[in-house]
């Protein structure tokens, strides 16, 4: 056990609730430049926090250390990049008969964040961030597996001087701390990042009172690996594009097509990138994989091998104490096969082959989801046009890079909507109202 916590309930929601909304209108009012500057004094603040936030999250989650160190460092660009948002708030002036409109941006209100574990603290500052330097105030709730890393941000803000009530942070469960945020008459929205079934179940609750959602839900990305490709770059990017974080990443290109033409000497190259990676104690400096999150993660993750399918090959895992599950690869698999299907969010890949540029595009798309994935090729047409023909909200060719500080991020189909981090994120947490000044009689 690392911590005991109290767990949470529907009252504490409603206290939460209550305490942003007091600090809201402050908050809202609170100059641009002086908004802009608290949020810098918090980057400054957490710059000295990184370190023990990298470690507290390979523990909160059982991630690699290194992974955990690369996530908190864009905890502080993130929130340096967002300081620059309140000043650069901008409206429209159109030009209408009878005098003048323009636009403004004002805050949703008070905003739910409902995180899942498997990036807690990352996927928080995502939301955090831009919700704060537009002028809301948050209620976050973690996900009950990982609340350590929210609970310490939400000091170290308070430390900042981020005044009392504008960052609150229930830790309870989902069922019942995550529906009543989203029933909760006061909150004017909801941020949520999890599973497409828990996705909808949201939507659906917020119906009710119209209120604002966004979505970031599951994954079943694409890596098309076209036969001019660098196949050895292919290769040696291809595992971590999968099994980085245990495969518990909405981003994991979970299916790998290839050209039917390279398939076995691509295999031939992912088998020696896949059997050296190192699995093992998180907090070993040199670890690439960490285990599982839970028991029960691990069953869902191994009922994909109690399918009819073929294991080509797979990496080696620790015996003993600890939900660790081997790097895995699936070949030959068909599209229409469970583990080619549902998000498997473990460390499983099922590898595909297709015949040339149209049946990869239609592969790529035959899916629910639409989150991320990667093309390799050395041609540069073709990348641009498989590219703008993938329906999903990132691509990175001949990479596996999906996310960025300062460019959108979020889904197309059942992935989800809304969008996360860039400029777009401030449409998330912001309503635009338009002013009409009359200048002559009406
Ligand atoms: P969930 O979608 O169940 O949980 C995500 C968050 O939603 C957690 O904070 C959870 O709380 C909360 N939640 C659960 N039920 C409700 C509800 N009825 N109303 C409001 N909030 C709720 O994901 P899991 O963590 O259980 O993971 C299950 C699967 O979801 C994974 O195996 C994976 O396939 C997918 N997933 C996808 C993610 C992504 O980034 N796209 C992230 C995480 C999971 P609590 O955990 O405290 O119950």
């Known amino acids: 056990m690392l911590e005991e916590i109290p767990r949470a309930g529907v009252e504490q929601v409603d206290e939460a609730v209550a305490r942003a909304g007091g600090a809201l209108p402050s908050w809202r009012r609170l100059s641009p430049g002086d908004r802009a500057r608290a949020l810098r004094d918090l980057a400054e603040n957490l710059e000295g926090h990184l370190e023990e936030l990298a470690v507290l999250e390979a523990r909160n989650a059982g991630k690699a250390i290194s992974d955990a160190r690369g996530e908190m460092g864009m905890v502080v660009e993130t929130f340096r990049y967002y300081a620059g948002a309140p000043e650069r708030l901008l409206g429209d002036t159109i030009p209408v008969s009878g005098g003048q409109a323009f636009t403004v941006r004002e805050p949703v209100g008070v905003v739910g964040l409902i995180t899942p574990w498997n990036f807690p603290l990352t996927i928080a500052y995502w939301k955090l961030a831009p919700a704060l ?7 976050l709730k973690p996900a009950e597996l990982t609340p350590l890393t ?10 900042a001087g981020i005044p009392d009530g504008v960052v609150n942070v229930v830790a309870g469960p989902g069922r019942t701390c995550g529906q009543r945020l989203v029933e909760h008459p006061g909150v ?7 599973s497409t079934e828990v996705g909808r179940t949201i939507a659906r609750g917020a119906a009710e009172s119209i209120k604002r959602v966004t979505l970031e839900l599951g994954g079943k990305s694409a890596n098309i690996v076209f036969a001019d490709a660098d196949l050895e770059a292919a290769a040696v990017a291809a595992p971590m594009a999968v099994f980085g974080n245990a495969g518990q990443d909405c981003c994991a290109r ?13 295999l031939e190259l992912l088998e020696a990138q896949v059997k050296s990676l190192r699995v093992g104690d998180p907090l070993d400096e040199s670890t690439q994989m960490g285990p599982l999150i839970s028991a029960g993660q691990r069953e869902t993750v191994s009922s994909f091998l109690e399918d009819d399918v073929e294991i080509a090959f797979r990496g080696s895992a620790p015996e003993g104490p600890g939900f660790w599950f081997a790097p895995t690869v699936l070949a ?12 498997v969010f473990g460390p499983i890949v099922a590898v595909i082959s297709f015949t040339g540029e149209a049946q990869a595009i239609e592969m790529a798309n035959d899916t629910i989801y639409g989150l991320s994935g990667s093309i390799w090729t050395t041609d540069g047409a073709r990348a641009l046009r498989v ?4 329906e999903t909200g990132v691509l990175s060719i001949n990479s596996n890079s999906s996310v960025r500080v300062s460019t959108p991020f979020g889904g197309f189909k059942q992935s989800g909507y809304g969008r996360e981090l860039g400029p777009h994120a401030l449409d998330a947490y912001t309503e635009v109202k338009t002013i009409f000044y009359a200048t002559e009689e009406q």
């Open 188 to 194: 004017a929205k909801i941020a949520f990042t999890g």
């Open 254 to 266: 979970s299916r790998i097509l290839v050209e039917e033409s390279v398939r076995d000497r691509f």
């Open 150 to 159: 929210a609970l310490r941000f939400a000091q170290i803000a308070a430390e």
């Open 387 to 390: 590219a703008r023909a993938v």
């Open 332 to 343: 030959p698999v068909a599209l229409t096969d469970r583990v080619a299907r549902e998000e």
């Open 133 to 139: 330097a537009a002028g809301n105030t948050v209620v």
